[in-house]
Nanobody, 126 residues
Framework: QVQLVESGGGLVQAGGSLRLSCAAS????????MGWFRQAAGKEREFVAA????????HSADSVKDRFTISRDNAKNTGYLQMNSLKPEDAAVYYC???????????????????WGQGTQVTVSS
């Protein structure tokens, strides 16, 4: 069973950048596809980005495309979400998630993922 711990959230001004990290333990990280989701207050959890087990395939939501980049380092058992040009509407709790998968197809539904971190808050001031 994989345990996930996010870090890197915080308060940033609009236009700024943050890099979120997702540290995995308890399993072979390279066996898992990974995703990032976010949930703003009063809203449903939404897909942000996903990456395949080997990092060769990525997919991002249209709302963050060209601003956010998902990546992973399997040797470090860590995934990342680089967030640039942040907007107030990006403010949310960000969650990383993992699912055991060697598929090339990337999943965007929150219920496709088995393991979840506790979340990290991102606040963007205007």
């Amino acid at each position: 069973q994989v345990q996930l711990v996010e870090s890197g959230g915080g308060l940033v001004q609009a236009g700024g950048s943050l890099r979120l990290s997702c540290a995995a333990s308890g399993g072979t990280f390279g066996n898992y596809a990974m995703g990032w989701f976010r949930q703003a207050a009063g809203k449903e959890r939404e897909f942000v980005a996903a990456i395949s087990w080997n990092g060769r395939s990525t997919h991002s939501a249209d709302s963050v495309k060209d601003r956010f980049t998902i990546s992973r380092d399997n040797a470090k058992n860590t995934g990342y979400l680089q967030m640039n040009s942040l907007k107030p509407e990006d403010a949310a709790v960000y969650y990383c998630a993992a699912r055991w998968s060697y598929e090339a197809r990337l999943r965007v539904g929150w219920n496709d993922y088995t393991y979840w971190g506790q979340g990290t808050q991102v606040t963007v001031s205007s």
